[in-house]
Nanobody, 116 residues
Framework: QVQLVESGGGLVQPGGSLRLSCKAS????????MSWYRQVPGKEREFVAR????????DYADSVQGRFTVSRDDARSTIHLEMNSLNIEDTAVYYC?????????WGKGTQVTVSS
């Protein structure tokens, strides 16, 4: 079955950087676009970034444009989210998403905390 496992979260100071990863299995990874979302307690999950199956198409939320970069490694069935110039508002649980055969799949998330 489809499985998504995020990693790479942690505690970072404002202005710092982190690299998140999402390892996928259970489907033909190269055929599907992949996305990152994030959520803070009491708020709805929000879109962060998306990458197309070819990797040529990338979309970002306005709040992260220019600071975050999404990439994919089809050989490892993995996507990454490079996060730079982090600020306190980036604190959230970050989730990997795949829409496979019209079904949405989510990982369990990885916590990112930006604090001095």
């Amino acid at each position: 079955q489809v499985q998504l496992v995020e990693s790479g979260g942690g505690l970072v100071q404002p202005g710092g950087s982190l690299r998140l990863s999402c390892k996928a299995s259970g489907f033909t990874f190269a055929d599907y676009g992949m996305s990152w979302y994030r959520q803070v307690p009491g708020k709805e999950r929000e879109f962060v970034a998306r990458i197309s199956p070819t990797g040529l198409g990338r979309d970002y939320a306005d709040s992260v444009q220019g600071r975050f970069t999404v990439s994919r490694d089809d050989a490892r069935s993995t996507i990454h989210l490079e996060m730079n110039s982090l600020n306190i508002e980036d604190t959230a649980v970050y989730y990997c998403n795949a829409r496979v055969m019209r079904n949405d799949y989510w990982g369990k998330g990885t916590q990112v905390t930006v604090s001095s």
